[in-house]
Structures are given as C-alpha cells and as structure tokens.
C-alpha cells in the first residue's frame, strides 16, 4: 500500500466503508448546533499589542499541534494582466523587517514579485483553528542573504534547485532527473553547491497584518493592524466576521 510518512497517498486505498461513512459528499457537513456547542472558546488570543509579536506567538503554538510545516503561507501575487495566483510556500525568516521565503526568480512567482513588487500572504492552522494574513510590498533580498539560507538547505535540494527550471514546461517526465544525475556527478568534489544566480529569496512588508480565530457559533475574532508604511506606527481596529 502506497504511503507517505505513514499516511495514504492513493485514493484506490479508500475503504468503501469509509467511502460510505463519508455519505458519498466529499465537503464535510456543515456543523449542527450541537457541534458548535462542544466547540471551546479559546479565550483571550490577542495577547500581545505588537503584531510581529502576535504572530511569533501564534506560529510557536502551531509547530507545537500541527502535524508537518506549520511554517507553510499561502503567497498570492497577480500577473500583468491582472489576474491573480497563489501558492504554497515555506516562511524562512521572520523579524520586524518582514516575513521572507525563498524561490527561484525566473519562476511564475518570482515574475510577478519582481513585476508587482507587491503581495499578499495567508496562513491557515487548523489544529489550533486560527489564520493571519499579510499584505504589502515584496522585495527581493541581497544575493548573499539568499545564499546564506541556501548554504543551509540539504545537498540533494541544493542540487534539485540547479535541475529545476521552475515553471517552465517540461517535455519529457524524465528530463530532470537526468540533469539531477548528471548535476550531482558535476558537483561530486565540491564540498559546496553553490546557490545558482536565479535562486533568491523574497521579503514581504506588511502593512496590513489580520489576525483571525475560530469562536462557537461563526462569531470569530478578527484583528486588524495597520500602518501607512513600513516606519509608521501600527493601528489596530476589529472587524465582523
Ligand atoms: C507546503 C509547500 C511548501 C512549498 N514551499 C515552497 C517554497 O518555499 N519555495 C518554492 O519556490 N516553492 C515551494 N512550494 C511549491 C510551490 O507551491 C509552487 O508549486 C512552485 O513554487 C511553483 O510556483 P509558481 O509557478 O507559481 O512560481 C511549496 C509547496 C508546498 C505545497
């Protein structure tokens, strides 16, 4: 049976009383009010006047309960003609600076960030039932910060980022892993991959940050911080669920 880290990976392996259990609807049911009611009220939340401080708060409490990659965002960017994207990525560094991950430049991603020089990011944890989100301007960090971060990363995923043309259409399934095998033959006597040109890394400035917690019966919290710009002082107002 197919599986990864311990969970099923192919959806042949559903069981049909499982299958059957889930009345044949894939979306979950909407919650009675008898499932509200066991719903806990998780308190005071906000526990901090600083919204970087907030959020260190919030992320340190999500490593402890989610099962893999609490530092998982969603970025959504926009394309020349206006139409949006979004995808996963991985937060890297966090500090008053602003929230940095790490990606290719020539990839879809990267054309954007450098063309819109602005995004949005979105958290979502659902062990402990919270999202925040982010809008602002994303810059491009030095060259020798990304390859600072890059030196971190394993020597398989150094070499994986030299044989990835991220983004770009690939012919043949099999075309990246002969340049895997024929870039980790390159790279045999270096002790050091070194990061490529078009890896970087990107920092995004918040200038809005919007903290968001489930309550019982859809009467969630939301928290907003605001500012001007990066060196003005952060206004914090609540808004409706
Ligand atoms: C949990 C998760 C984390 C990811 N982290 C990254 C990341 O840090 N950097 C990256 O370039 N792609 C990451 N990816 C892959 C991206 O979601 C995406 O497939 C890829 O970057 C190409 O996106 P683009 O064509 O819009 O640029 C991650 C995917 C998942 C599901």
Redesign the pocket.
Known sequence: MPQHRGVRVNAAEIHPEEKSAMSNDLIPPTPSDETYAVDEDQGDVFTHADPFDLFSDWLALARLTEPN?AN?MAIATVDEAGLP?V????L?DISENGLT????RL????RQLLTSGKAALCFHWKTIRRQVRFRGAAVEVSQEESANYFATRARGARIGAWASK??QEMSDPDEMKRAFAELEKKFANEDDVPKPEYWSGFRIIPTEMEFWVNRPYRMHDRLLFKRGDANANWNATRLYP
Do not use: I
Request: glycine residues 6%; proline residues 0%; hydrophobic residues 35%.
């Open positions: 990659d998982a994207d995808r996963m990525v991985l890297k991950f790490h990606t290719s990839s879809a991603k990267g991220q983004s």
